[in-house]
């Protein structure tokens, strides 16, 4: 996210949220200068992921599937 110090200003706590929400780094421009605003300690990628559900079965009805007739090895 790239914001002026101008909207910065107006909106430092939901920007500083935002960093630490998603780990994402913001830049602020001023006077030809570009200052970054990070967070120290790195939100993992795989944080950042929605759980999405995709199986609408229960987990141990996949696990204890009989593939043996589609097996060819």
Same mark, same amino acid.
């Given at each position: 996210?790239? $914001?002026? =110090?101008? &909207?910065?200003? =107006?909106?430092?706590? #939901? $920007?500083?949220?935002? $960093?630490?929400? !998603? @780990? %994402? =780094?913001?830049? %602020?421009?001023? &006077? @030809?200068? !570009?200052?970054? %605003?990070?967070?120290?300690?790195? &939100?993992? &990628?795989? =944080? #950042?992921?929605?759980?999405? *559900? /995709?199986? #609408? $079965?229960?987990? *141990?009805?996949? /696990? ?8 060819? @090895?």
């Amino acid at each position: 996210m790239i $914001v002026t =110090a101008s &909207k910065l200003r =107006a909106n430092i706590y #939901n $920007v500083l949220d935002h $960093v630490l929400e !998603t @780990g %994402i =780094a913001v830049e %602020i421009h001023r &006077k @030809g200068k !570009t200052l970054k %605003i990070v967070p120290v300690e790195k &939100k993992s &990628k795989l =944080a #950042n992921l929605k759980k999405h *559900d /995709v199986l #609408n $079965v229960p987990f *141990d009805d996949i /696990v204890h599937m009989d593939w043996s007739d589609q097996w060819k @090895g």
